[in-house]
DNA sequence: GGCAAGCATAAGGCACCCTTATGGCAGGCG
DNA sequence: CGCCTGCCATAAGGGTGCCTTATGCTTGCC
């Protein structure tokens, strides 16, 4: 208060004191500050203070003391119902809003990782979820949550980072995919029958290197990492069964499931990133965190069960530093 | 507070902490901390701590912090409208009754004076003071400042009244008022005329202690107190040159100055009642109180200055106890 | 006449909130 | 590239506003 008293005419404020607003409302609605008093949880000592408080600020009594009762002044009858509506505005908006938050979900996602992972999965959480509404938020870079108003991320990378909470959904892997015809119409049985197979992207680098794994050298050498992007593009060509793509199976449990995408050959390396869940420690608590949470770690526990063993392969994709 | 913690979940008040929603909504505006710390006379600290405290009930980031600056999240903005808009409102109401209770005067007087005297008198007190909007409110009781809605009150009584202000308006005195007419077609020179005058009520008993007072027998003795609803009506039916009323001539000095009544004979008894005017103690310095005052006190010399000098005239009626 | 209901008032204490001070971060600028 | 500035977060500390308890007063009711 300081600062208020610094000049000698401490401009009126514009508004009055709002906890006694609160007050003058409640015991105008009772007629009665020992009821409204309760209501508030305090005193009726303390509600008749603020109202005193009030009245010295309007400068005109509020309420008329009868012996029994308290009944408003045509000035606080003027006040009560303005006031009293505005209060209610105040606490529907913060009703409204505490409730879309905690409803409302925003998860943040790579785009590829929203396209072929998250979304063919996130009808059946709205389905089980119907209260929640969840919107998916997707950007390339990292989300910063004390920049951006997200909930949650799918975080791909390394793991380890500071000030977040992290599990992990799944590790990747990269195998050959393509569609069961072309496996058929190619014959490929073993990894060198991919030699002569039409890679997709065949520059990328973990072309290279899941040949390397086997011992093979690949049809041409490249040193370009592939993005997501190109990936998801790859395995869609490869779903048209235009050739073989080397990709993340994990991304793409659902059309491998559903038999439109199968392995290639049965080799598959281990990429040292990882699928990751990531939101704010201090959140991990919020029903619909933790409600989210659960429901995705299962599923992509359910994703990675429903794909063959890949367990063995050597980690060669982003090997640690 | 501690009635709040009686319970271990203590009931969500409906309301968000108010202080916090008008920081809030300053903030909001300004989309600046600092600058909204400065338009409510606080530190960037306190807004910080406040919105955090918001933010807290919420349970989401209202704001995004951002490297220069702070934006609303989308929650923020939902609020920030409406929270806007309710602030507004309860300024809006707070103005509109201060200002009314600023210019609005409602006085409390009896009903003969308020007929008689006051009113014949407020149009010119309106015409001065046009931003004052004066209501009277009459009532046949004393009126009690904590129990009715009145700034100010004209009070008929012996005045020492406890826990008011009064200030006498005027003394009052009795006096036989008729029209000029009736005195000169009945000759009217001195007291003994009167008593072959038509007296109006002549039982009351002003009328024998007038008579009284000079000497003289009453025509008809009586015991009773005049009612001022009674001498109103006497003074009415004198002015229609029906009689001689017994009356208090200071209240109907508008009347003696048109010449629509004078003095039937010159002689006047003192009243040791007053009327006063009276207001609480405590609004002494508002500005329509004092305005008033002034006004009324001006005029009641003005009314007094205007009748012949009653002087002299002992006081018998209402004698102290 | 005692009792209950209801509000005002005084005294006292604590919690809240504000201030001061400091640090971090990013952008602008020389 | 380093300094400065604008802006916010955070910690520590203190003052006071507000609430509670206790008491008194008035009135209406049995």
Redesign the pocket.
């Known amino acids: 208060?300081?600062?208020?008293m610094a000049e000698p005419p401490p401009p009126p404020p514009k508004l009055p004191?709002l906890?006694?607003v609160r007050?003058f409302e409640a015991?105008a609605r009772h007629?009665?500050?020992?009821?409204a008093?309760e209501e508030l949880?305090?005193?009726?000592?303390?509600?008749?203070?603020?109202?005193?408080?009030l009245e010295d600020r309007v400068g005109a009594a509020l309420?008329l003391?009868q012996?029994?009762?308290?009944v408003l002044t045509p000035l606080g009858q003027r006040l009560a119902g303005p006031l009293s509506r505005a209060l209610h505005d105040i606490g529907s908006v913060f009703r409204a809003v505490c409730e879309e938050n905690r409803t409302a979900l925003t998860i943040s996602a790579l785009q590829t990782m929203a396209i072929t992972w998250l979304s063919p999965r996130l009808a059946q959480f709205q389905i089980e979820n119907p209260q929640v509404a969840v919107r998916v938020r997707t950007s390339q870079h990292l989300v910063d949550f004390a920049t951006e108003a997200v909930d949650l991320a799918l975080r791909y990378g390394p793991g380890g980072w500071p000030g977040v909470a992290a599990e992990k959904l799944f590790a990747c892997h990269y195998a050959p995919l393509c569609t069961p015809e072309l496996r058929e119409r190619l014959h490929l049985r073993e990894p060198a029958d991919l030699l002569r197979a039409p890679l997709l992207s065949p520059e990328e680098s973990s072309w290279r290197v899941w040949f390397a794994d086997l011992g093979l050298d690949a049809p041409r050498q490249g040193g370009l990492a592939m993005s997501l992007e190109m990936q998801a593009m790859n395995v869609q060509a490869a779903m048209r069964g235009h050739g073989v793509a080397m990709a993340v199976p994990e991304l793409f449990a659902y059309d491998i499931a559903a038999g439109r995408l199968v392995f290639a050959v049965e080799h598959a390396i281990r990429d040292r990133w990882s699928y990751w869940l990531v939101y704010p420690p201090a959140r991990q608590r919020e029903h619909k965190i933790r409600r989210f949470r659960d429901w995705i770690l299962a599923e992509a526990r359910a994703a990675e069960l429903a794909l063959p063993v890949m367990a063995g392969s050597k980690g060669l994709i982003h090997p640690s530093s």
Chains 1, 2 share one sequence.
């Open positions: 208060m300081l600062a208020a004191p906890a006694a007050v015991a007629q009665n500050f020992t009821r008093g949880g305090m005193t009726q000592a303390a509600v008749s203070y603020q109202i005193r408080l309420f003391r012996p029994r009762q308290v």
